[in-house]
C-alpha cells in the first residue's frame, strides 16, 4: 500500500495517547499512514489551523467540530468527526485550600461528584468567592464544570467565575492563587496534585460516566475528497486504542507520551490516568477503573447523541440558540456513517444505532450491535437525570435558566 | 489609505518582534499603539487604550484566554471578533501563515482595518526571517571555528600546512558522503578523548 502523508495538531493532553501510539507504534503505517504529529500551543491555534488546512486532522474538543459548523467560529468552516478518542479522562481540581473549607464542609474525599458538589455549595454559599479555570470556551470542560456546578445548585457566571486557561498553565495559576480550582484532562489533575499540593475533588467519570471528550475532527470538505485517508485514520485510532486498553502495555504507553515532543512530563505521573490509580491529593490512591476508556464500551463510536448533548450545553449557556436547523447542524458533525465504514473491513463490532439514551445503564450491559456484540459501561449522570435525544427539546427546556 | 486614529494593541511575549511592529505602525503614521507582554495585563489596558485592533502572536498559549475574555460582553464596551471579515479567507490564511492573530471590534470597515493587518503580517514575516538569517549565520560561525580547529589539530600532528590540512578534510569528507563540518567534529572529539 503506499502511505499518504496526513498531519494532524494536538495538545499536551493524555488522550492524544491513540494519535501519538498510532504513529509510534506503526499502526498508522500499516494503514498506509505517514503521520506527522504537531504539537500546538492553544486550542485556538487547533481550530484556525485545521479550519485553513494547515492540519489535514486534529486531536480537537469534541464540542469543536459542533462550533465550527455552526458557525461560532473566526473561520467557519464546516468540519466532522468520525471517530472519538476515548471516554473520560477529566477531573476536577482545587486548591489545597479550597479543599480544607470543602473538607470542613462534609466534602468525603472519595471523588463521588454529589458529595463533593453539595460541599462546595456550601462554601460558596458561606460567601467566598471562587474563580475556576477550564481549557477553552466550546469544551468538554466547560460543559461538564458547568453541569456539575448548576445541579450542585451553584450558578455559573453568578456565583462563581469561569476563566480560560491553556492545561499546562492551570497547575501554576492554581499554585499562585489566581484560581482555585480547575477542570482539565491529565495529566494536568495529577501534575496539580504532586506540584502545587491540589486535590482531585471529582473526575469526568463520575459527573457522567463513559462520557466523550475529544475527537478527531477535519473539514467536512477535506473528508469528502479523502474517503481512504479518513477510513485507514479511523482504523488506526481503533486499533490503537485496542493497543492501549491492554494493562501490559501501560507502562510502554506512559512512557512514550512521557517524551519531550509530546507531554514532556514524569512516567509515573503520566501512568496514573492509563492505569487510574490517582493520588488525588496528600498521598491517597483511589483506583478509578473508568477514568480514561480508550477502547471499552464503544469509546470511539461518535454517537450523534453525544453531539446533540453538547449541542443542549451550546443552547444552555447561551452559545448558540435552539431550533431544528441548528440540532440538525449539530448530528451531523458526529458521522458514526463513516466510522462503520471504516471498520467494516476488520470485521469489528460497531453499534446498530446513531443514537442512545444516556443516564439509564446503571451496570454494564450489551447493545445492539453489527458484527459481534458490545458491551456499554454504565451511563449515569450523578444528579440522576436522564438524556434521551429523542426528547431534546423537553431536555432543553429544563435546563433553562430561571 | 491609513486611518491614524484607529487604537492598535499588541499583545507579543517577544518584545523584539512587538517593538518591530510597533515601529511599523508609527512609521506608517498610526500614532496611538500600546503594547503589553502578557494577556493577563489586558483587562486593563482595554479599558485604558479601547483597541480596534487587538493582535496576537500565535505561540502565545494565552489565546484561548484573551478570546474567552472578548466573548464577556460585559468586560468590554465593544464586541471584539477575529479577524476583520469573516469571508476574507486569503488574509486570514496570510496572517496565520505569518503567526499572528487579529481581533477587530465589531463595525470597524475592511478597508480601514487591511492595511494595519498587512502592515502587522509583512512585520511579522520580516522577523521570522530575520531570525532565520540570524540562527544560520550563528551556525555558520560555530562551524567555521570546529573546521578551524580541526585544521589545527592535523597541522600539530601531522606537520601540515594549512592549505594541507583542509584538503584533507574536504577530500575525508567526499570519500565518506558526509559533510565537512561532520568530519572536523569527529576530529576534534576524537582528539579531545586521545588528550593532549
Known sequence: ?402 | MPSPDLSILIIDENRIRASIIEDGLREAGYGRVAVIHDVNEVARTIQATMPDVVFIDLENPKRDTLEHFFSLSRAIQRPIAMFVDRSDGAMIEKAVEAGVSAYVVDGLKKERVKPILDMAISRFNAFSRLTRELEQARSELEDRKIIEQAKGILMKTRGLAEAEAYALLRSTAMNQNRRLVDIAQSLVTAADLLGP
Open chain 1, 1 to 402: 500500500m503506499p502511505t499518504a502523508h496526513l498531519t494532524a495538531g494536538f495538545l499536551p493532553l493524555l488522550d492524544s495517547v491513540l494519535l501519538v501510539l498510532a504513529r509510534e507504534k506503526g499502526i498508522a503505517e500499516a494503514q498506509g499512514l505517514d503521520l506527522h504529529l504537531v504539537r500546538e500551543t492553544s486550542w485556538a491555534n487547533i481550530r484556525d489551523r485545521a479550519a485553513i488546512g494547515h492540519f489535514d486532522i486534529a486531536q480537537m474538543l469534541a464540542p469543536m467540530p459542533l462550533a465550527a459548523s455552526l458557525g461560532l467560529t473566526p473561520i467557519a468552516t464546516p468540519m466532522i468527526a468520525p471517530v472519538v478518542l476515548g471516554l473520560g479522562n477529566n477531573a476536577i481540581t482545587v486548591s489545597a485550600d479550597l479543599w480544607t473549607a470543602m473538607a470542613d464542609q462534609g466534602a468525603p474525599g472519595d471523588l463521588a461528584a454529589g458529595p463533593a458538589g453539595a460541599a462546595l455549595a456550601r462554601v460558596v454559599a458561606a460567601g467566598r468567592k471562587l474563580r475556576f479555570g477550564v481549557v477553552h470556551q466550546t469544551s468538554s470542560h466547560n460543559y461538564e464544570l458547568r453541569y456539575w456546578l448548576a445541579a450542585s445548585g451553584i450558578m455559573p457566571d453568578r456565583d462563581i467565575e469561569i476563566v480560560v486557561l491553556p492545561p499546562p498553565l492551570l497547575p501554576d495559576a492554581l499554585g499562585a492563587g489566581g484560581i482555585d480550582g480547575y477542570c482539565v484532562g491529565e495529566p494536568w489533575n495529577s501534575i496539580g496534585v504532586a506540584t502545587k499540593g491540589a486535590q482531585i475533588a471529582t473526575v469526568k467519570a463520575s459527573i457522567w460516566q463513559s462520557s466523550p471528550d475529544k475527537v478527531i475532527g477535519m473539514r467536512a470538505t477535506w473528508a469528502e475528497e479523502n474517503p481512504e485517508l479518513v477510513s485507514a485514520m479511523v482504523r488506526a485510532i481503533y486499533l490503537a486504542g485496542i493497543w492501549c486498553a491492554d494493562p501490559a502495555n501501560h507502562a510502554e504507553a506512559a512512557r512514550i507520551m512521557a517524551a519531550p515532543a509530546y507531554l514532556n512530563a514524569d512516567e509515573a505521573i503520566v501512568a496514573r490516568a492509563l492505569t487510574g490509580m490517582l493520588d488525588i491529593g496528600g498521598g491517597t490512591v483511589r483506583h478509578v477503573p473508568d477514568y480514561f476508556i480508550p477502547h471499552a464500551s464503544a469509546a470511539n463510536f461518535p454517537w450523534k447523541s453525544h453531539a446533540l448533548w453538547y449541542y443542549s450545553q451550546m443552547v444552555r449557556w447561551g452559545e448558540v440558540s435552539a431550533s431544528p436547523a441548528h440540532a440538525e447542524i449539530a448530528a451531523a458533525c458526529f458521522r458514526s456513517d463513516l466510522y462503520r465504514m471504516a471498520l467494516a473491513p476488520l470485521g469489528a463490532a460497531v453499534p446498530a444505532s446513531d443514537y442512545k439514551t444516556d443516564g439509564t445503564r446503571q451496570t454494564a450491559g450489551p447493545i445492539a450491535a453489527h458484527d459481534g456484540s458490545l458491551t456499554m459501561g454504565p451511563d449515569l449522570f450523578f444528579d440522576g437525570r436522564v438524556y434521551d435525544p429523542d426528547a431534546l427539546d423537553a431536555y432543553i427546556a429544563s435546563q433553562r435558566q430561571p
